[in-house]
């Protein structure tokens, strides 16, 4: 008898094939691919953060006189990129409150307004009082703003020095003038409340011996 293999429309189930599977997130290009994502994110955020980094302040839109109140119809934002803080404080903020402020002094067409220009309307009452100031005699930044004490040297050796005015505003101060260090000085104009007015007889006779000396105060 001969036996015959019967065949069946259906094959044998293949065993299926075994594969080496790496996990993908242990695939160093699919790493790699992260990696660079993440940097260029990153990257991408600090350049907006960077390209942002101005101070919106108020600037005039044509000259200021002193006396003038502060308003926003004379006034225009400009958005500006300061180098430090401290410059940056310098000058009055486009959200300041302008309520009761004045012009201190007169700020020209286009100029930055700064804040020691902004002052409170009830400060007017103050009379200006001129310095010839030697370049020697006051710190060489000193600026529109800062609060000084006035003193007087006596030009006649072993005279003491004396005070003056303590604790007075810089309104205004020009450029060196003179053709040396010896010779070069300074006009300064500083705030006189009425207080400080009846000395003012004793500190022109003062002057007229002597030279004037500014020691800054913070302010």
């Keep these: 008898m001969v036996e015959t293999a019967v065949r069946s429309g ?12 790496k996990a993908r997130w242990k695939d160093g290009r699919l790493v790699l691919g992260v990696l660079l994502v993440a940097v ?10 960077s390209a942002d980094d101005t101070t919106t302040i108020w600037a005039a839109k044509h000259e200021l ?20 803080g401290d410059d940056s404080a310098r000058y009055l903020a486009a959200d300041a ?7 201190g002094r007169t700020v020209g067409q286009g100029e930055f ?24 005699r006051l710190p060489s930044d000193t600026a529109p703003g800062d609060v000084v004490d006035v003193w007087v040297v006596p030009k006649e050796e072993g005279q003491p020095a004396r005070p003056l005015w303590s604790s007075v505003r810089v309104l205004q101060i020009d450029s060196v003038k003179g053709v040396s260090g010896g010779s070069a000085r300074r006009q300064v104009t500083i705030a006189l409340a009425s207080a ?15 030279e004037p000396t500014l020691v800054r105060k913070d302010s």
């Design 10 to 21: 259906f094959g044998a189930p293949a065993a299926p094939a075994q594969r080496n599977r």
């Design 97 to 103: 409150d302008l309520k009761g402020l004045v012009v």
């Design 113 to 136: 307004v700064p804040k020691d220009a902004a002052v409170p309307e009830s400060d007017q009452d103050r009379t200006e009082f001129p310095l010839s100031v030697a370049a020697g």
């Design 40 to 49: 260029t994110a990153l990257a991408g955020a600090k350049l907006l953060s």
């Design 65 to 84: 006189k002193a006396g003038t109140p502060l308003t926003d119809d004379d006034l225009t934002t400009v958005r500006v990129r300061f180098t430090s």
């Design 196 to 210: 400080d007015l009846p000395r003012i007889p004793a500190a022109l006779t003062a002057l007229s011996a002597g």
